[in-house]
């Protein structure tokens, strides 16, 4: 916090412009954590927020009202008992009984405790009697305070502060015979009135602080109320994303919230029905799919009779070895579908060379090595079939960086490559060539052997021996899933 207000601060010039970009920086910042907070945070400090406001400006005009009241309550008292005074004290002046002038100032002052003094002045403002003896015969000073009041019979309300406190002096005129005898004032304390404004704010304060705890607990529990579907949405959405909802949402409610999680389960049934739908249609494509490839390794291994067939086997033999080396089922089934894709290429090759029935020359046999590149690029004409690009054209490549069309060397040659190279290798020599018989089985793998760790990658090498020894070498047929 203390890093995002400090730059606000150096570049104040004076104090009320750092106070003005403090209270920028804040609000930011308020504005910038409000964002990011949750929602339950948010209702819960928007609801505190409106009822703490509202019970502060409650509070500040109940105390307003009740001062007001007080005030005038004070004074009405104080006018009442000044005008009581006055209304017996006209006659006991004029005939200057001085014994029950002092009785009615001893009985209004101590009957009152908020009353500082009582007296009685002529009209010269000498004072007859006081409630404080000592004032007796001095003259009453001239009040410097501000003009609280003026009735119309001449009663006036000064308020004023001296060395006793904070004060409200009323003078009430003695008129008898209607004639102006003096008057009477009285001094009202007002420190009975800061009393009653303490207690009245230590019970606001108490009633304040119990409607923000209030406020609290019901902003979180309406936080809790709305926020349980909405979280609950929010699960669901996300369950959704990833899979089908498994059991519809719970309706806590029959408003608008209520009416979206029904909303909500109807939309997830439909997308689950879609959904399955849409698996459907896949599988149908997918097996669509591999149906076109199978069609498409058999129409290149047709165009020459000694190789029909060749896709397919070397298929099964990639299978075997993926399925020993532990492969998991879906690269088991992506190898499968390479193998058929290997020889694409050569559906570029011109028969002169393909057909050959004897050894390849120099230029023939570059071009023939063409196949593995014009297969990569047949590939990349669909985008999901460059998963196939690898396989295809590193299958010629030589363990130790011999091969075409790239010298890749050892683990560098893609693993599907270098699995099908064996495979492709052993059904090439097992297979009757224009020019030469098949090979048996063993000399094959005599000869795979021999080529370990120079054309074949050695431990692949290694369990594919293994592997024809287990199956007694393809003199049945092999137990393949899927390929034809
Ligand atoms: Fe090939």
Not at 121 to 127: R, S
Request: glycine letters at 6%; charged letters at 25%.
């Amino acid at each position: 916090m203390i890093a995002v207000l400090r730059p606000f601060i150096p570049k104040a010039t004076s104090y009320l412009q750092a106070l003005l970009r403090f209270f920028q920086a804040a609000v930011l910042l308020i504005t910038q954590r409000y964002r990011s907070a949750s929602l339950r945070f948010k209702i819960a400090f928007f609801v505190v927020i409106l009822m703490t406001s509202t019970s502060f400006i409650l509070c500040i005009i109940t105390v307003q009202i009740m001062n007001n009241y007080i005030l005038n309550e004070i004074i009405k008292r104080g006018e009442s008992v000044g005008k009581s005074i006055a209304a017996s004290a006209g006659y006991n002046l004029l005939s200057k009984d001085l014994l029950a002038l002092d009785n009615l100032v001893f009985k209004a002052k101590s009957s009152n405790n908020d009353m500082l003094y009582v007296a009685i002045v002529d009209q010269d403002m000498k004072t007859v009697v006081h409630s404080d003896t000592e004032m007796i015969g001095l003259n009453k000073p001239v009040v410097q305070g501000k003009l609280y009041k003026e009735a119309v019979d001449g009663t006036t309300v000064n308020e004023f502060t001296n060395s006793s406190g904070s004060i409200f002096e009323i003078l009430c005129p003695i008129v008898f015979m209607k004639k102006s005898l003096g008057s009477v004032i009285i001094g009202m304390d007002r420190s009975i009135l800061l009393e009653a404004k303490r207690k009245i704010r230590n019970m606001i304060l108490i009633v304040f602080g119990f409607i923000v705890v209030l406020g609290i607990f019901a902003s979180s529990l309406l936080a809790s109320f709305l926020i349980k579907p909405i979280k609950e949405l929010s699960a669901g959405v996300e369950e959704l994303k990833y899979s089908t909802a498994k059991n519809p949402l719970r309706v806590y409610s029959q408003d608008e919230l209520g009416k979206l999680t029904r909303n909500f389960n109807e939309m997830a049934a439909l997308i689950a029905n879609q959904r399955g739908k849409l698996t459907e249609y896949a599988r149908d494509l997918e097996e669509a799919y591999v149906s076109m490839v199978k069609v498409v390794a058999a129409a290149i291994d047709a165009r020459d009779s000694y190789t029909h067939g060749h896709s397919a086997r070397v298929a099964q033999l990639s299978f075997l070895l993926g399925e020993q080396i532990g492969l998991p089922k879906e690269d088991l089934r992506d190898l499968e579908v390479a193998c058929l894709f290997h020889d694409v290429g050569k559906i570029k090759t011109p028969d002169s060379i393909l057909l050959k029935p004897s050894k390849l020359n120099e230029t023939e046999y570059k071009e023939m090595k063409q196949h593995v590149v014009d297969g990569a690029s047949i590939l990349s004409w669909a985008p999901s079939l460059s998963k196939y690009i690898p396989s295809t054209r590193h299958h010629h490549e030589w363990h130790n960086g011999k091969g075409y069309p790239d010298g890749l060397v050892g683990d560098n040659i893609p693993l599907f490559a270098a699995i099908i190279s064996i495979a492709d290798a052993f059904d090439a020599m097992t297979s009757d060539r224009p020019y030469r018989k098949a090979l048996s089985n063993e000399e094959a793998l005599r000869r795979i052997a021999r080529k370990s760790g120079i054309q074949f990658r050695p431990n692949l090498v290694a369990i594919f021996l293994e592997l024809m020894e287990k199956n007694r070498v393809l003199d049945e047929p092999i137990r393949v899933a899927g390929a034809a």
